[in-house]
C-alpha cells in the first residue's frame, strides 16, 4: 500500500514539473496597422485660346500655378512649350483639319496625362445682315447664319477700332443649335466701322488628370466676315 501512494505522490510531482516548464509563449493581440492615405493624384486645367484648324495656343497650369514641362500634342503634332513663365504652348500644323475631322489634344505631365477629343465644327456663313450695312447704333441689330452641324457653341463677333493702334471687340455666346443671334442696341458705339463674324467653337470632352475647367475653344472655318457700319 505503501509502494503504491509513493507511486502516485512521484507521479503527481512529475505532472507538475511538466505543467510548471510549459514555456509556450502567450500570444498579445496586437492593434491593426494606421493606414496612412495617398496624396491625391495631382489634376490639371488644360485651356486652349481660339484654337484653329491649323493655329495652336494652349495654356496649361496645376495645383501649384503654370506648367512649363508637358509634352503637348493636336493629332500628334508637337505643340512646343513658348513662354514657361505662363505655360503657354504654340505651334501649327502641317496641314489644316478639315470639317468633321477628330481633333484629338493629349497633355502629359510625367506619369498623368490630360486627353482632350471632339470632331472640328463646320464652317458657318452670314446670311444677314447684308455686307455693307449702315444700322442705327442705338438699334438691335439681328445676325442669321447657316452651319452644317451643331456645334458645342456659336461665338457672335463684332470688332471696331477704339483710336489709333487700339482695337477692341464685343463677344456674345450662342447656343450650337442656334442660327440667329440678335445683338443688343447700344453695343457700338455710332459712327464706327465693325467687322462681323460668326464663327463655331468646339469645347471638347476631357478626360484623366482634368480639373472641371479644362476647355479647347477650337474655332471652326469661316467663310468670310462682313463690313458694317453704325450710324
Do not use: H
Request: glycine share 10%; with cysteine.
Amino acid at each position: 500500500m505503501r509502494t503504491r501512494t509513493y507511486a502516485l505522490a512521484l507521479w503527481a510531482l512529475l505532472l507538475a514539473a511538466v505543467v510548471g516548464c510549459d514555456s509556450t509563449p502567450t500570444t498579445t493581440e496586437q492593434p491593426p496597422e494606421e493606414e496612412i492615405p495617398s496624396p491625391p493624384a495631382p489634376t490639371y486645367t488644360v485651356v486652349g485660346s481660339d484654337m484653329s484648324p491649323v493655329f495652336q495656343n494652349i495654356y496649361v497650369t496645376g495645383d501649384s500655378g503654370v506648367v512649363s514641362t508637358a509634352t503637348v500634342t493636336l493629332n500628334g503634332v508637337s505643340v512646343p512649350l513658348k513662354d514657361a513663365a505662363r505655360g503657354y504652348y504654340q505651334g501649327q500644323l502641317p496641314a489644316a483639319i478639315a470639317d468633321g475631322d477628330s481633333v484629338r489634344l493629349t497633355v502629359t505631365i510625367g506619369s498623368q496625362t490630360v486627353l482632350g477629343r471632339g470632331v472640328a465644327p463646320a464652317r458657318t456663313e452670314i446670311t444677314a445682315p447684308a455686307d455693307g450695312l449702315v444700322f442705327d447704333a442705338g438699334q438691335p441689330l439681328t445676325v442669321t447664319w447657316t452651319a452644317a452641324t451643331n456645334p458645342d457653341r456659336f461665338l457672335v463677333y463684332g470688332g471696331y477700332s477704339c483710336g489709333t493702334g487700339c482695337g477692341t471687340s464685343k463677344r456674345f455666346d450662342a447656343a450650337g443649335t442656334a442660327r440667329s443671334f440678335t445683338i443688343p442696341g447700344g453695343s457700338f458705339p455710332a459712327g464706327t466701322e465693325i467687322e462681323l463674324r460668326v464663327q463655331s467653337y468646339l469645347d471638347g470632352v476631357f478626360s484623366g488628370a482634368t480639373k472641371s475647367d479644362s476647355n479647347m475653344n477650337f474655332r471652326g472655318n469661316l467663310v468670310r466676315s462682313l463690313r458694317i457700319r453704325t450710324s
